[in-house]
């Protein structure tokens, strides 16, 4: 149905743990900066580990081995097409409420009155200083949330998604049930989307050219500049470790050209229209915000 440029290419890259012995014999080659990530003779979609591997046992695993390019046919094969990385970012947050939401005097209207209140007085100008600073900095701490659900890793101290455990990349204690990838529909629902795995498991590709200056317009779906070498990736994988790769971050972002494949890189479909699968679902309306106390209630 479409050609697959890992398997156009003869080769991609794979973590060297999970690739067997026979099949590391014939590896020549690595990456100086990263010497356990090697090219792999034979690895594609559906080998993704090397040509003795196979995905019999994980058809519900997401698929790897997939370029840019490959995503992009597939998703116009589909019907649909891939996220920019502001939808996947916004998706990642979920429409998440800013706690300052929840304190009543940062959302008080009458303004002037409270500068009235603050001419009263050197004391009651320190004040309100100190009380606006106080309400900034809420403000920003509310609404840079690292993780879909928030700010702990683990939630009550159990995993939300599937990254790496141990001291990478040496070991690997899998404590969140996996070594490498996990299907596609396990953990719980990451936020008030219902999206799972938009962080860990695979890197997932974006429409954007990857540029490090932020583009101010168009303010509703930005989508970066119209030229570039690389293109972004988002979400981390479950090579991703906070000492090394500390990119599941709803924020984190990565780049990679559009022929690139990896044992760790994937992709999910957007669209500009309802499937008509999806016509008898409940979808969740943009004004619907997650309920603040469930959010604390997690991070305690």
């Known amino acids: 149905m479409l050609g697959w440029l890992a398997e156009s290419f003869g080769n991609s890259f794979c973590l060297e743990n999970y690739v067997s012995e026979e099949v590391l014999k014939n590896v020549t080659q690595s990456v100086a900066a990263a ?88 004391g009651m100008i320190v004040f309100c200083i100190l009380f606006l600073m106080f309400t900034f900095f809420l403000n920003i701490a509310s609404t840079c949330r690292l993780f879909p659900w928030g700010n702990k890793e683990e939630p009550k101290g159990k995993h939300w998604m599937n990254i790496w455990h141990g001291k990478f990349p040496s ?43 932020f583009t101010p317009t168009p303010k509703k779906n930005p989508k970066g500049p119209r030229f570039g070498t690389d293109k972004v990736k988002k979400g981390g994988s479950y090579m991703c470790h906070k000492n090394y790769c500390y990119r599941y971050r709803c924020d984190a972002r990565s780049q990679n050209t559009p022929d690139s494949s990896a044992v760790n890189l994937g992709f999910r479909c957007a669209s500009d229209t309802l499937p008509s699968y999806l016509n008898d679902i409940n979808l969740v309306q943009e004004e619907v915000l997650l309920d603040e106390d469930n959010i604390v209630k997690e991070e305690l």
Not at 67 to 95: I, Q
Request: hydrophobic fraction near 35%.
């Open 35 to 122: 010497p356990w990530w090697v090219p792999i003779n034979g690895a594609d979609w559906r080998h993704p580990n090397g040509p003795d591997s196979s995905i019999k046992d994980i058809m519900d695993h997401p698929v790897v081995h997939v370029s840019w390019n490959d995503a992009v046919k597939y998703c116009e094969w589909a019907g649909k097409r891939l996220p920019t990385e502001a939808e996947f970012e916004r998706a990642c947050k979920g429409n998440l409420k800013s706690r300052s939401d929840n304190f009543p005097l940062y959302k008080y209207k009458r303004k002037r009155e409270i500068i009235m209140y603050c001419v009263w007085g050197g």
């Open 171 to 213: 070991e690997n204690t899998a404590d969140d049930g996996y070594h490498t990838t996990a299907p596609v529909t396990e953990f719980p629902e990451q936020n008030i989307f219902g999206v799972k795995n938009i962080i860990g498991n695979v890197w997932e590709w974006t429409q954007d050219w990857w540029e490090t200056k």
